[in-house]
């Protein structure tokens, strides 16, 4: 994951740009509240760890097509709280100095 942040980020360079999260990047196995869940996604680590390396150098961000209605006892919006929480803490730090 770190490597492939890298390699965007150096194809972007140094302008910042705009993370998009879609959540239905993470495998059915790990969130299946989404709309479209497509087996072979992410696992909740792998994603965390790729937005540790994007946020940073990001100017802004948005996460999308979460759907609460699939989880009635919010179980899966912790999880997706808890991924944003930790993968995202450092959301723009690069470009603040």
């Known amino acids: 994951m770190t490597a492939t942040a ?7 360079g140094s302008a910042g740009y705009w993370l998009h999260l879609d959540v239905d990047v ?15 996604g992410l696992n909740p680590e792998q994603l965390v760890e790729l937005l540790k390396a994007l946020a940073p150098g990001a ?10 209605d699939l989880d009635p006892d919010g179980r899966y919006a912790t999880l997706l709280a ?5 993968g995202m803490a450092d959301l723009g730090h690069e470009l603040q100095r």
């Open 82 to 86: 808890e991924i944003i929480a930790m």
């Open 59 to 68: 100017i802004g961000g948005q996460v999308t097509v979460f759907d609460p």
């Open 26 to 40: 993470l495998d059915p196995i790990f969130m299946p509240a989404v709309d479209s869940p497509d087996p072979g």
């Open 6 to 12: 890298r390699a965007a980020r150096t194809t972007i």
